[in-house]
C-alpha cells in the first residue's frame, strides 16, 4: 500500500486556510462583513466537499487498482457514488445558503461529518492509503469547527 505523499498532506493542510481566514474574520470582524464572509465560507466549504469526493473517484478510476489489488466491481460503483455524492451535498448547502445562509451552513456541518463517517469505514475496510484517514480526521475536524464557530457567531456568540 502507498504512504501519501508529502506534498498532498502540505496541500491538504493548506487547503484549509481559505475557511480559517473566512471564521477568523467573521468572528473578529464588526457583523457587517457578515454575510458576504459567510457566503464565501459556505462556498469553500462546498469546494472542500467536492474535493473530499474526488479522491475516491480517482482511486475508483486508476488502473490498475490502487487498494485493494484485484479490486471488485462493487468496490469501484461504491468508489464512484461516494465521489459524486459530497459533490451533491455541498451543492445543496451553497444553493440553501442562497436563501437560508445558516441552512446551507448546517448542511455542510452534517454533510463534512457524513463524509467522514463513510471514509472510516472504507478505511477500516483497508480501501484507502496508508496515512489518509489520519489527515482527513485532521482536515474534517478543523473544518468542523470553523463552521461550528462561524455557526455560533451567526447566533450572536461572538467574542468581544
Known sequence: ????????????????????????AILFLTPDHTPRLLTAAVGYGAVMLSFLGAVHWGLALEQPDIIPAGGTQRLTN????????PACIG???LCFATVY??????ILIVGFAAT???ERMAWQRGAM???YMTLQWFVICLAELCFLAI???????RPH
Open 116 to 118: 467522514a463517517v463513510v
Open 78 to 85: 461504491l468508489r464512484l457514488a461516494m465521489g459524486g455524492v
Open 1 to 24: 500500500m502507498k504512504r501519501l505523499p508529502l506534498l498532498a498532506i502540505v496541500t491538504a493542510l493548506a487547503s484549509l486556510l481559505p475557511l480559517v481566514g473566512c471564521t477568523c
Open 129 to 131: 492509503p496508508r496515512g
Open 151 to 157: 455557526l455560533a457567531a451567526c447566533m450572536g456568540m
Open 101 to 106: 445562509e445558516l441552512i446551507g451552513l448546517l
Open 91 to 93: 451543492w445543496a448547502g
